[in-house]
Structures are given as structure tokens and as C-alpha cells.
């Protein structure tokens, strides 16, 4: 049975940092390619980051270039997402997904979701 399990979530004030984590079960995790998505409430889901599966490479929405690092631990069957220098519109429900072949950025593309883990920064 496939399961993304997040966790790291939680409250932070502007300018903190959180690692997100997660964990994947049920399925050849060196195979697909990981990402994050996150969604505010009233709006729609969006691309945060993702890790290819071959050679580790990282894209990144242009509200976090700079702030967010993707990174994976095949051994571990683990993505992580450090989070830095928060902002309040970071705050949302960030999901774990995963996906076959190329890297997506549109959330119809993946194949897999977590249930998701709610980061909310104070002002």
C-alpha cells in the first residue's frame, strides 16, 4: 500500500525556519521523482519543489528560490523540505507527492499524496 506520511509542521514567527519530512512506503522510492505542493485556504494548490529521481535535481517556485532546499535520502525512503526565512503567505497545508519519469510542477501530474502538514508563520 502506497503512503506519504509527512511531518515537521507546526507555528513559527516570520524570518524562522522548519524542516518538513517525509516518509514514503509502498513503492520503489529511488525510482520517482518527490516534490512539495502547498495550498492557503480559499486557494489553489501549488508547486513548491521537487528532486528528480536520477541525479537529484532541484526546482523550486520562485516564491522560495533562495529560502526552500529540496533533498531526498533514498536509503531512507525520505524527502525533506528546510524552510527558511518564513514569510506569513508560506503559511499553508504542504503536501508530499511523488510521480514516475519527468518532473512536474502541475498537481494533476502526480501520482502520489501525502495527507498533508499544516505550517503556519506569524506575523
Known amino acids: 500500500q502506497v503512503q506519504l506520511v509527512e511531518s515537521g509542521g507546526g507555528l513559527v514567527q516570520a524570518g524562522g525556519s522548519l524542516r518538513l519530512s517525509c516518509a514514503a512506503f509502498g513503492f520503489t522510492f529511488g525510482n520517482y521523482n518527490m516534490g512539495w505542493f502547498r495550498q492557503a485556504p480559499g486557494k489553489e494548490r501549488d508547486f513548491v519543489a521537487a528532486?528528480?529521481?536520477?541525479?537529484?535535481?532541484?526546482y523550486y517556485a520562485d516564491s522560495v528560490k533562495g529560502r526552500f532546499t529540496i533533498s531526498r535520502d533514498n536509503a531512507k525512503s525520505m524527502v525533506y523540505l528546510q524552510m527558511n526565512s518564513l514569510k506569513p503567505e508560506d503559511t499553508a497545508v504542504y503536501y508530499c507527492v511523488a510521480k514516475r519519469l519527468t518532473i512536474g510542477t502541475r498537481p494533476n501530474e502526480y501520482d502520489y499524496w501525502g495527507q498533508g502538514t499544516q505550517v503556519t508563520v506569524s506575523s
Open positions: 528532486i528528480s529521481w536520477r541525479a537529484g535535481g532541484t
